[in-house]
């Protein structure tokens, strides 16, 4: 395992680890994620944060369109226009009775490695199931360094609140987690 300091040579780096299939610890506008390619690292991931298999994760895209190639619904425009953001839509899956969370992340810099890759990836909060949240990256590289790839050190966390999360369903927006971003009363109707 290797520690990288986040800028543009970055790139390059976590997108040829991530195609080969690693588990990798990324900084996002968010919260620091566990992250690899969606279906191929699903089993790494979970064994590494000890989650089971009830619980799926968060499905990073590089750009808002690409929701579409996940799932057939329309997303309302008051809410694609909180993208690029802290916002995870729970959507159905095209072709599956299941349901998918999906989030278009707003640091250009992680887009760019999920546009570079050419499929979503995953991402879910750097901790083991049911413990808080890591952000201060000295407790990650201690926790986490025998079990992932690589890390991307972008300092500390200076907050630990993940995305809000809502469900687009036949009902209209329900909010399932509130996290940084304060869904607009408008939209929720």
């Given at each position: 395992?290797?520690?990288?300091?986040?800028?543009?040579?970055?790139?390059?780096?976590?997108?040829?680890?991530?195609?080969?299939?690693?588990?990798?610890?990324?900084?996002?506008?968010?919260?620091?994620?566990?992250?690899?390619?969606?279906?191929?690292?699903?089993?790494k991931i979970r064994t590494i944060?000890?989650?089971?298999?009830?619980?799926?994760?968060?499905?990073?895209?590089?750009?808002?369109?690409?929701?579409?190639?996940?799932?057939?619904?329309?997303?309302?425009?008051?809410?694609?226009?909180?993208?690029?953001?802290?916002?995870?839509i729970i959507v159905p899956e095209?072709?599956?009775?299941?349901?998918?969370?999906?989030?278009?992340?707003?640091?250009?810099?992680?887009?760019?490695?999920?546009?570079?890759?050419?499929?979503?990836?995953?991402?879910?909060?750097?901790?083991?199931?049911?413990?808080?949240?890591?952000?201060?990256?000295?407790d990650i590289i201690d926790e986490?360094?025998?079990?992932?790839?690589?890390?991307?050190?972008?300092?500390?966390?200076?907050?630990?609140?993940?995305?809000?999360?809502?469900?687009?369903?036949?009902?209209?927006?329900?909010?399932?987690?509130?996290?940084?971003?304060?869904?607009?009363?408008?939209?929720?109707?």
């Amino acid at each position: 395992m290797k520690v990288i300091k986040k800028d543009n040579s970055a790139v390059d780096i976590c997108v040829k680890m991530l195609l080969e299939e690693k588990v990798i610890i990324l900084p996002t506008d968010t919260v620091y994620g566990f992250s690899g390619i969606i279906v191929k690292t699903e089993d790494k991931i979970r064994t590494i944060k000890g989650r089971g298999e009830d619980k799926p994760f968060i499905v990073l895209i590089g750009n808002p369109s690409d929701i579409y190639s996940i799932t057939g619904i329309s997303i309302p425009e008051s809410l694609f226009s909180l993208w690029p953001g802290p916002l995870t839509i729970i959507v159905p899956e095209k072709n599956t009775q299941k349901t998918v969370a999906v989030r278009c992340p707003g640091d250009q810099w992680l887009r760019s490695i999920i546009n570079k890759c050419g499929v979503p990836i995953y991402s879910t909060s750097v901790n083991r199931s049911g413990l808080p949240v890591l952000g201060n990256i000295d407790d990650i590289i201690d926790e986490f360094e025998d079990d992932v790839d690589l890390i991307v050190d972008d300092g500390n966390s200076t907050s630990l609140t993940a995305s809000t999360i809502i469900s687009l369903g036949q009902k209209g927006v329900s909010i399932i987690r509130q996290g940084s971003l304060i869904i607009p009363e408008e939209v929720l109707k």
